[in-house]
């Protein structure tokens, strides 16, 4: 049963629009949310986070999106780069901070054309 | 700052032979993190420590695998026997001990191929 979901395994977005990754989670325990990226060969790299207090938070051209009632979340780029071209993994945890069992789902391609 | 180390990075066996693979986490970093994650799947968690302290291995196959971390840094996971259904990366990951927002630190991974 997965806790956590990206229900699009690929995204395709040309260079200086708006990338949106979606994710969705089906346990009302979660009240911290991450994103990590990862590139071929190597490990998931820390993108943004968020806490269930919030329903927004933004970093530069990342902005995180969380919409408890809904049990979602979204990541938006803009504007979208080539280097931004990666897989993006959406992450939940309980007790309020990345320490403990971070849940992952399955990860999201997303490719910026030039 | 250095970051999380691991090796091998590749490893190919046979079904029924052992493999150990190591990680060395970013120095000051109380907790680590072993994960698994299958082709087309995110990373699963199999073991935390705090340092050398075990604080969740509920996902950790304890038949076959085993972790250990004997001074609070470095750390080793161990296969034994292994099986065509390990076939997977295994991420070492650390953090900052303590409450709060800490994020997870990731290294490149040990590609383990099973046949």
Redesign the interface.
Known sequence: DQQ?KQNSPSLSVQEGRISILNCDYTNSMFD?F?W?KKYP??????LI?I?SIKDKNEDGRFTVFLNKSAKHLSLHIVPSQPGDSAVY?C?ASEG????????????TKLSVKP | EAGVAQSPRYKIIEKRQSVAFWCNPISGHATLYWYQQILGQGPKLLIQFQNNGVVDDSQLPKDRFSAERLKGVDSTLKIQPAKLEDSAVYLCASSTQGPGEGEQYFGPGTRLTVT
């Open positions: 956590v911290y991450l990590y060969a190597e490990g998931p790299t820390f986070s806490s993994f992450a309020g901070g990345s320490q403990g069992n971070l849940i992952f789902g399955k990860g």
